[in-house]
Nanobody
């Protein structure tokens, strides 16, 4: 069992930056692939960024060059550095840990990008 707690959400201005954190507990963090998803009001949840247990990363086209996902296995935490934020980045952001049939989600954190 893995418990995930996101933090770092809030209000940002267009062009600004935020860093989300997702702290994991309850299992061996390093073996899990970690993802960040987001869900805007009225939309389906979409994958934003992913980092495998080996450190390989993948990004949605809409955030490439602006967002960066990285993990610190010593701290059992995965991060999402978000730069050059746009109003369309407004959403609830979720952290996900997955490995084979194991699949865990955090509770989500709201990001609002507005002037």
């Amino acid at each position: 069992q893995v418990q995930l707690v996101e933090s770092g959400g809030g209000l940002a201005q267009p062009g600004g930056s935020l860093t989300l954190s997702c702290a994991a507990s309850g299992s061996i963090f390093s073996i899990y692939h970690m993802d960040w998803y987001r869900q805007a009001s009225g939309n389906q949840r979409e994958l934003v960024a992913a980092v495998t247990s080996g450190g390989s990363t993948n990004y949605a086209d809409s955030v490439k060059g602006r967002f960066m996902i990285y993990r610190d296995n010593a701290k059992n935490t995965v991060y999402l550095q978000m730069n050059s934020l746009k109003p369309e980045d407004t959403a609830v952001y979720y952290c996900r840990a997955r490995r084979f049939s194991y699949d865990y989600w955090g509770q989500g954190t709201q990001i609002t990008v507005s002037s």
